[in-house]
């Protein structure tokens, strides 16, 4: 997965060069394997098959394909800082010089002259074209990537700040009716629920896919459920069975909330009776794992059910682009309960594959 923390400022106006990330294992075993794949093309489109020519072949391939990727990593700071199509040539051009360099060098050895004449310059020429071409469709494919990924960033970031800046209108009307009930009864919880209800909001206008220490997550969900357990009374019961997560553990903003908002929106308050909503959180494996279940009601309008999907749509996209596959959301109905389980990686923020 590409990491973009190493970017740099680029003039106003200007779209930046972005160099994927190859200097990590997956990307270079991508390397070595498409490297073979291009050499048993090239073995196979001409010339004498032989296992001494496939060795030397692939021996000259991964000196350029791995050198390369080295050099790419190590000016990914400086090319970063240059325009698109700057960047690129300069890109074109260190994998073109790497390509010749390797080439000289390894006629020289093999040939054991080290001058001009030794050099079959058609043949050089031959590599250089083969180089120049894969690298060139190499560059259009991570600028094509580069550009829907930059397109999928916007509109999901659209996304999220439209569920981060939406409060559900009721919600907010019965959290002013219960402050102004409790104003002349009983002005310190009044208060309470207005520093709740200001931590809600000041959440909800955060910046989109920010991270926050899961503490603070657990602190919002719970001054969130103080809130409803006014309105909702007796009716809401809550089994909280959670394990004390250290301050390096980071989750993305208003994750939990809206899960359980949404067992308390679809679970409870439709049950005259009421019931309970268990929450669990544990680690396992470098991996925390959350899981929240409320009862079903008999019967769950169609509208309800939509808007409950909606909001697991929109937490989903979001660690998804945070995560990526290691991440995972999943609802599941069992014996007149809804489970929605949340799992995702310590740590491992900020790469995108």
């Not at 220490?213 to 009716?235: F, K, M, T, W």
Request: glycine share 6%; with cysteine.
């Amino acid at each position: 997965m590409a990491d973009y923390s190493n970017q740099t400022a680029t003039p106003a106006g200007a779209r930046p060069f972005i160099v994927p990330e190859l200097c990590n294992v997956a990307a270079i075993s991508l390397l070595v394997l498409f490297g073979e794949l291009l050499v048993l093309v090239l073995l196979f489109a001409g010339g004498e098959i032989s296992w001494v020519r496939l060795a030397l072949m692939s021996l000259f391939v991964q000196w350029v394909a791995l050198t390369s990727a080295g050099l790419l990593c190590a000016t990914r700071r400086w090319l970063s800082q240059l325009g698109l199509a700057t960047g690129a040539l300069a890109a074109f051009a260190l994998v073109i010089i790497v390509t010749l360099s390797v080439g000289i060098a390894s006629t020289w050895l093999l040939t054991g002259a080290a001058s001009a004449a030794s050099i079959d310059w058609q043949t050089m020429a031959g590599q250089l074209v083969i180089a120049g071409i894969i690298t060139a469709l190499t560059l259009r494919y991570f600028y094509v990537q580069q550009q829907l990924r930059a397109q999928e960033q916007s509109e999901l970031e659209s996304r999220i700040q439209a569920l981060q800046s939406r409060i559900r209108p009721h919600f907010l009307f019965n959290s002013m009716n219960i402050i102004a009930s409790l104003i002349a009864t009983d002005p310190d919880t009044a208060e309470s629920v207005v520093e709740d209800l200001s931590e809600l909001f000041r959440a909800s206008l955060n910046d989109a896919g920010n991270q926050v220490p899961l503490a603070d997550e657990l602190d919002l969900c719970e001054r969130y459920v103080r809130i409803e357990a006014l309105r909702l009374g007796d009716r809401l019961k809550l089994d909280w069975q959670v394990d004390s997560p250290a301050s390096s553990v980071k989750i993305p903003l208003l994750t939990l909330q809206p899960l359980l908002e949404n067992a308390i929106y679809h679970g409870i308050q439709p049950l005259p009776e009421g019931g309970t909503i268990r929450i669990r959180l544990w680690f396992d494996e470098e991996r925390v794992n959350v899981e929240i279940d409320n009862p079903v009601p008999p019967e769950t309008s169609r509208s309800q059910s939509q808007g409950n999907q909606m909001a697991l749509n929109n937490i989903r996209s979001r660690l998804n682009v945070l995560y990526g596959p290691r991440a995972e959301l999943t609802t599941a109905q069992s014996e007149g309960r809804y489970i929605t389980t949340l799992s995702y990686p310590i740590g491992q923020v900020g790469e995108l594959e």
